[in-house]
């Protein structure tokens, strides 16, 4: 198998504290060549479900590149600010600012 790149970690960290905020877990796996995240989506509201599906759907999208390829994306504080906005939470917000620096 080939070695997972660098960047992958600071996503699958991103999409582990989004789950938390929630109340929720994920798995991020290789698949191919980029990196799948998938949410355990029992017991969300809709507008959670379809959020946490549009990080997952960006974080595989943006994991197929290599590291600034995307423009200086910084996925991880991006993915997470995305939750705190769409969602609303406070939970969320609190994790972000736990978030290390990317």
Known sequence: MKMEPAH???YR???QAVAR????????SQKYQYLRVQFDLSGLTGDQVRALGTLSHLVEIASEFPR????G???PNAALAYAMQVLGSE??????MRAPST
Request: net charge negative; glycine share 12%.
């Open 13 to 15: 960290e991103a999409m």
């Open 73 to 75: 994306l910084e996925l």
């Open 21 to 28: 905020a929630f109340g929720t877990t994920v798995l991020c």
């Open 91 to 96: 939970a969320a917000a609190r994790e972000w």
């Open 8 to 10: 992958w970690q600071e």
């Open 68 to 71: 600034g390829f995307l423009g």
